[in-house]
């Protein structure tokens, strides 16, 4: 069974920075997509970024390019989300999400397995 663990969100002031972990565990496929999604409130859940395994390629909200960078570290199995630059328009619920796809994808509704999300709130 997938299980993915999201994890540090916080509290941080404009322009600041925050690093962002999914550990993910108990994939059988090799090959597979792994993004985060933010929800505000009152507004629907955005795809920020993806981790494609398939060729090692990432993809980006325009939102979030240049600033975010999403990396998989494989002895951990741990998936990062280095955001840089940090505006209060990013204030949000992180929750990273795995899909057993070939391809890399932001489409929320293709995503199978979800972890909890992890609060981040910007500051201005």
């Known amino acids: 069974e997938v299980q993915l663990q999201a994890s540090g969100g916080g509290l941080v002031q404009a322009g600041g920075s925050l690093r962002l972990a999914c550990a993910a565990s108990?994939?059988?496929?090799?090959?597979?997509?792994i993004a985060w999604f933010r929800q505000a409130p009152g507004k629907e859940r955005e795809g920020v970024s993806c981790?494609?395994?398939?060729?090692?390629?990432?993809y980006y909200a325009d939102s979030v390019k240049g600033r975010f960078t999403i990396s998989k570290d494989n002895a951990e199995n741990t998936v990062y989300l280095q955001m840089n630059g940090l505006k209060p328009e990013d204030t949000a619920v992180y929750s990273c999400a795995a899909a057993k796809v070939r391809h890399g994808t932001l489409l929320p509704w293709e995503y199978d397995y979800w972890g909890q999300g992890t609060l981040v709130t910007v500051s201005s």
């Open positions: 108990g994939f059988a496929s090799d090959y597979y997509a």
């Open positions: 981790f494609s395994s398939s060729d090692g390629s990432t």
